[in-house]
């Protein structure tokens, strides 16, 4: 199982988008708990994936040296905003199978959502992981949101050449209807429009034999043709759950609230988790439901901008769903010529983090 484990809720930066609350529900700012009690929670866990989180990981690299020297894991995983990363010394990073960096595209963009500079600081920091030998993945995680143009700001990252994968998710249902678009509905129709000519590009790549990194590409594909996954895609309250800094358990890493409150490290045992929180209407009763799985929990319980904007996002997920399905023929082709492997297109191999469906 994904355990998210957040090790501060504290952050070094302010993004628009994130309410940088370093007590949310009343949480502590810093794990409170023995971390004694963390590794004998985990060792009851016969394949666990370890996920540093926060707040910024980094602010606490100490806890996270320490889990690395005693909590054995399949995967380590850290997701960063990537201002601190040299805090980390650099036998550490090797030792994380994938690291996650916050960035949303050109520098006007990253900038004006996450502070001015950060751009800047990211991109070298990347690059420094390169230098060190770093060879785990690195996946550029973007928030896409109002100011976003998806083609612009993921082909700038994939010709950035730094980044081994690309992730975005769309900044929609985490709080308040949205503020940060002027217009949603008509954002969204650009939005679909810019990722129909990213999967072009994607798929005149692959047929020159070339497997540019987009998860969300490579994730659905890799869904529909294997079939059989968890639901939704992120494992949220299936096989992925967020340990807070008190010791409790959550079905989803960005919501310490009793809503989604599944256990506590020193009185539950991993087994007993799963499904405690799942994901429920409409999307049970979806047409899409085995390929989307639901998109997301937290979107899925809270309903935050309600059911008109829920199911227009659902339109722009099932046309994705769609179009990736009508290429299936054609990469079974382009595989069984040997221009492109399976193992290179499918992705993740192991839940990393990316959530799958924007
Ligand atoms: S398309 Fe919408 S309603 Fe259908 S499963 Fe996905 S999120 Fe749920
Ligand atoms: S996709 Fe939704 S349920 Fe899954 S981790 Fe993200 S916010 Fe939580």
Same mark, same amino acid.
Not at 70 to 78: D, G, S
Not at 237 to 244: E, L, N, P, R, V
């Given at each position: 199982?994904?355990?998210?484990?957040?090790?501060?809720?504290?952050?070094?930066?302010?993004c628009?988008?994130?309410?940088?609350?370093?007590?949310?529900?009343?949480?502590?700012?810093?794990?409170?708990?023995?971390l004694?009690?963390?590794?004998?929670?985990?060792s009851r866990?016969?394949?666990?994936?370890?996920?540093f989180?926060?707040?910024?990981?980094?602010l606490?690299?100490? %806890?996270?040296?320490?889990?690395?020297?005693?909590?054995?894991?399949?995967?380590?995983?850290?997701?960063?905003?990537?201002?601190?990363l040299?805090?980390?010394?650099?036998?550490?990073?090797?030792r994380?199978d %994938?690291?996650?960096?916050?960035?949303?595209?050109?520098?006007?963009?990253?900038?004006y959502?996450?502070?001015e500079?950060?751009y800047?600081?990211?991109?070298?920091?990347?690059?420094?992981?390169?230098?060190?030998?770093?060879?785990?993945?690195?996946?550029?995680?973007?928030?896409?949101?109002?100011?976003?143009?998806?083609?612009?700001?993921?082909?700038?990252?994939?010709?950035l050449?730094?980044?081994?994968h690309?992730h975005?998710q769309?900044?929609?249902?985490?709080?308040?209807?949205?503020?940060?678009?002027?217009?949603?509905?008509?954002?969204?129709?650009q939005?679909?429009?810019?990722?129909?000519?990213?999967?072009?590009?994607?798929?005149?790549?692959?047929?020159?034999?070339?497997?540019?990194?987009?998860v969300p590409?490579?994730?659905?594909?890799?869904?529909?043709?294997?079939?059989n996954?968890?639901?939704?895609?992120?494992?949220?309250?299936? %096989?992925?759950?967020?340990?807070?800094?008190?010791?409790?358990i959550?079905?989803?890493?960005?919501?310490?609230s009793?809503?989604?409150?599944?256990?506590?490290i020193?009185?539950?045992?991993p087994?007993?988790?799963?499904?405690?929180?799942?994901?429920g209407?409409?999307c049970?009763?979806?047409?899409?439901?085995t390929?989307c799985?639901?998109?997301?929990?937290?979107?899925?319980?809270?309903?935050?901008?309600?059911e008109?904007?829920?199911?227009e996002?659902c339109?722009?997920?099932?046309?994705l769903?769609?179009?990736?399905?009508?290429?299936?023929?054609?990469?079974?082709?382009?595989?069984?010529?040997?221009?492109?492997s399976?193992?290179?297109?499918?992705?993740?191999?192991?839940n990393?983090?990316?959530?799958?469906?924007?």
């Amino acid at each position: 199982m994904l355990w998210f484990v957040v090790v501060t809720w504290l952050c070094n930066l302010n993004c628009r988008y994130c309410g940088n609350e370093p007590n949310p529900y009343g949480e502590p700012t810093w794990i409170s708990y023995d971390l004694k009690e963390l590794k004998s929670f985990i060792s009851r866990d016969s394949e666990p994936i370890i996920a540093f989180y926060g707040g910024e990981p980094l602010l606490a690299h100490k %806890t996270i040296i320490w889990i690395l020297d005693n909590i054995p894991a399949e995967h380590y995983v850290l997701q960063t905003n990537g201002i601190l990363l040299r805090r980390l010394p650099p036998e550490y990073l090797r030792r994380i199978d %994938t690291i996650l960096v916050s960035i949303d595209g050109v520098r006007e963009v990253t900038d004006y959502y996450r502070g001015e500079g950060v751009y800047d600081a990211v991109v070298s920091n990347v690059r420094y992981l390169r230098r060190i030998g770093y060879s785990g993945d690195i996946v550029a995680r973007m928030t896409v949101s109002g100011s976003s143009d998806i083609y612009r700001d993921v082909m700038h990252l994939v010709n950035l050449g730094i980044f081994d994968h690309i992730h975005w998710q769309l900044d929609v249902f985490f709080d308040a209807p949205p503020h940060r678009y002027d217009d949603f509905s008509s954002w969204l129709r650009q939005y679909v429009k810019g990722v129909d000519l990213l999967l072009d590009f994607w798929f005149n790549e692959l047929s020159r034999g070339r497997v540019v990194g987009l998860v969300p590409f490579q994730g659905i594909l890799k869904i529909l043709l294997l079939g059989n996954y968890v639901k939704p895609p992120c494992g949220s309250g299936q %096989t992925a759950f967020m340990i807070s800094t008190s010791g409790k358990i959550f079905a989803c890493p960005i919501s310490p609230s009793e809503d989604f409150l599944v256990g506590h490290i020193a009185r539950s045992e991993p087994r007993e988790l799963p499904g405690k929180i799942a994901i429920g209407p409409p999307c049970t009763g979806c047409e899409f439901f085995t390929s989307c799985g639901g998109r997301c929990l937290y979107a899925n319980k809270t309903m935050l901008w309600g059911e008109n904007l829920f199911y227009e996002v659902c339109r722009a997920t099932k046309h994705l769903i769609r179009r990736i399905e009508g290429l299936i023929p054609k990469i079974r082709r382009l595989v069984s010529d040997g221009l492109v492997s399976w193992d290179d297109i499918l992705y993740p191999p192991y839940n990393n983090t990316t959530e799958i469906i924007p």
